[in-house]
């Protein structure tokens, strides 16, 4: 059998149960889930996938929103920039009739969409004979062809993608780009490949080789720096927090959180900046332990500094008291993280 059809096979037996696979695939629920896959885990992808269709069956519904209303849907996934992209995309396509280009080409013009996620969507919801070259397909593919180098270089990622192509002979677009994916999110992993549940053991380099491990090199990363912030937890009698929408920044802009002082530098008193940030006669003020916690590719240390207050009045338009674990609102997993610092804390 040929390598295609034997992971068409493999594919068809071994893939796992996920919402957005099966049937006819729906190119808006295929952007959909590209999207939240992208830096989040499929365990968290789930569920918040389900929701976000059922609140958002299609781009129509999507485009009528507010932001706020698909921010809040993408709660917990991170990375907003994402969801912000995927409202832009949706009342852009609107505006030009309502359905999504069905090609690679055609959808790298639209907002936020780029060559991975376009030929993702080209390939699984249209059937486009182009190849989609993440990360678990091109370790698949350098240790099958015993590539040593950075796979995303091109002359190595040039090689994986004939050798993607070749498969498009011997199985459709979409099963071998989805099978690949699949297989390298299972079995060809990182670490301790399952090689004798693999379609390709009996032509694999690496495994021929021994060198499953060592393909690919493992990525030398430079250690983002920490940035250090304060959090203003403002508690109300009630156990509430003042919560405030987010205005600066690109990363965490339209959420709700403390108020925060961002960007501090090392001699800088977090008590004092915080308070600075909430702009509200606070005495005192608490410190609780850092919180660690990371935006896109930036890790940060945020000092959590606790006031308790004795009542809920604020100046209109000043913010909101809720819930730390339960909003209501838009919000970050920050938050989360913050509520669980100061817990007992002032
Ligand atoms: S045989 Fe092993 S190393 Fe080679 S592709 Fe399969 S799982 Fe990966």
């Known amino acids: 059998m040929s390598p295609g059809k034997r992971l068409a096979r493999w594919f068809a037996a071994s893939a796992r149960d996920l919402p957005w696979r099966g049937g006819s695939r729906d190119p808006y629920g295929v952007l959909v889930s590209e999207l939240m896959l992208q830096q989040?885990?499929?365990?968290?992808?789930v569920p918040r996938f389900r929701e976000f269709l059922r609140r958002f069956p299609d781009l129509r519904s999507l485009a009528q929103v507010?932001?706020?209303e698909v921010l809040e849907a993408w709660s917990g996934l991170g990375y907003y920039r994402r969801a912000r992209s995927l409202h832009r995309l949706a009342?852009?396509?609107?505006?030009?009739?309502?359905?999504?280009?069905?090609?690679?080409?055609?959808?790298?013009?639209?907002?936020?969409?780029?060559?991975?996620?376009?030929?993702?969507?080209?390939?699984?919801?249209?059937?486009?004979r182009v190849a989609v070259l993440d990360g678990n397909v091109l370790r698949v593919g350098a240790r099958v062809l015993?590539?040593?180098?950075?796979?995303?270089?091109?002359?190595?990622?040039?090689?994986?993608?004939?050798?993607?192509?070749?498969?498009?002979?011997?199985?459709?677009?979409?099963?071998?780009?989805?099978?690949?994916?699949?297989?390298?999110?299972t079995v060809c992993t990182p670490r301790g490949p399952d090689c004798g549940a693999c379609p390709f053991a009996g032509?694999?380099?690496?495994?021929?080789?021994?060198?499953?491990?060592?393909?690919?090199?493992?990525?030398?990363?430079?250690?983002?720096?920490?940035?250090?912030?304060?959090?203003?937890?403002?508690?109300?009698?009630?156990?509430?927090?003042l919560l405030r929408p987010v205005t600066g920044g690109a990363v965490l802009r339209g959420l709700w959180l403390p108020p925060l002082a961002t960007?501090?530098?090392?001699?800088?008193?977090?008590?004092?900046?915080?308070?600075?940030?909430?702009?509200?006669?606070?005495?005192?003020?608490?410190?609780?332990?850092?919180?660690?916690?990371?935006i896109t590719h930036r890790r940060i240390t945020v000092v959590p500094v606790v006031w308790r207050v004795e009542g809920e009045a604020l100046p209109d338009g000043d913010g909101i008291w809720a819930d730390p674990l339960e909003p209501g609102v838009p919000t970050s997993s920050l938050l989360a993280k913050l509520a669980g610092a100061?817990?007992?804390?002032g």
């Open 66 to 68: 507010r932001e706020e």
């Open 146 to 185: 015993g590539l040593e180098g950075d796979p995303r270089r091109a002359a190595a990622s040039g090689a994986i993608r004939t050798w993607v192509e070749a498969l498009m002979e011997e199985a459709p677009p979409a099963v071998v780009n989805e099978a690949l994916m699949e297989l390298g999110a």
């Open 91 to 128: 009342r852009e396509v609107v505006e030009r009739g309502g359905r999504l280009p069905g090609s690679a080409a055609g959808l790298r013009e639209l907002p936020g969409i780029g060559p991975y996620t376009a030929a993702a969507v080209a390939s699984l919801a249209f059937g486009e």
């Open 203 to 241: 032509e694999c380099a690496a495994l021929a080789s021994g060198r499953q491990e060592a393909i690919p090199p493992p990525r030398r990363t430079r250690g983002p720096e920490a940035h250090r912030w304060a959090a203003a937890v403002v508690v109300s009698p009630s156990g509430r927090w």
């Open 263 to 294: 960007g501090l530098g090392a001699d800088v008193d977090p008590v004092a900046a915080a308070r600075a940030a909430a702009g509200l006669p606070l005495d005192g003020g608490r410190a609780a332990d850092p919180v660690r916690h990371s």
């Open 40 to 45: 989040t885990r499929v365990d968290r992808v």
């Open 342 to 345: 100061v817990e007992g804390v």
